[in-house]
C-alpha cells in the first residue's frame, strides 16, 4: 500500500506561483510513473504533468512553460512548480504513483489550488 500526501496548495492571484509536494511513504525509485492531475469543479480529471522513471516528463499543453515536474528519490517526493498561474488553473491537484503491476496505482487526497483574478 503507497499513501500520497500532498501540500502547498492555497490561494494566489494570477501571474503568481506555487510549489506543490507530494511525500510518498515508499521509495518512489520503483514507481514506474508519477504524476499530478487536477480536476476543476463540473470538470473531468486531467493529467497536467508526469515523470517517469527513467526522468522523462510530458505535460499537458495547457501547462507547458509554466509547470516544472520534479522528484527527489533521496526524500520519496514529488513536486510541481507552478508559475505565471491562472485563474483556468484553479482545480484540486492531485499526486498520483503508478507501480509496476496493472493494478498498482495509487492516489494521495488532493490539495486545494485557488487562482484569483
Known amino acids: 500500500q503507497v499513501q500520497l500526501v500532498e501540500s502547498g496548495g492555497g490561494l494566489v492571484q494570477a501571474g503568481g506561483s506555487l510549489r506543490l509536494s507530494c511525500a510518498a511513504s515508499v521509495s518512489i525509485f520503483s514507481a514506474n510513473v508519477m504524476a499530478w492531475y487536477r480536476q476543476a469543479p463540473g470538470k473531468q480529471r486531467e493529467l497536467v504533468a508526469s515523470?517517469?522513471?527513467?526522468?522523462?516528463?510530458d505535460y499537458a499543453d495547457s501547462v507547458k512553460g509554466r509547470f516544472s515536474i520534479s522528484r527527489d528519490i533521496t526524500k520519496n517526493a514529488l513536486f510541481l512548480r507552478m508559475n505565471s498561474l491562472k485563474p483556468e488553473d484553479t482545480a484540486v491537484y492531485y499526486c498520483?504513483?503508478?507501480?509496476?503491476?496493472?493494478?498498482?496505482?495509487?492516489w494521495g487526497q488532493g490539495t486545494q489550488v485557488t487562482v484569483s483574478s
Open positions: 515523470i517517469t522513471s527513467r526522468s522523462s516528463t
Open positions: 498520483f504513483y503508478k507501480g509496476q503491476s496493472i493494478t498498482d496505482d495509487y
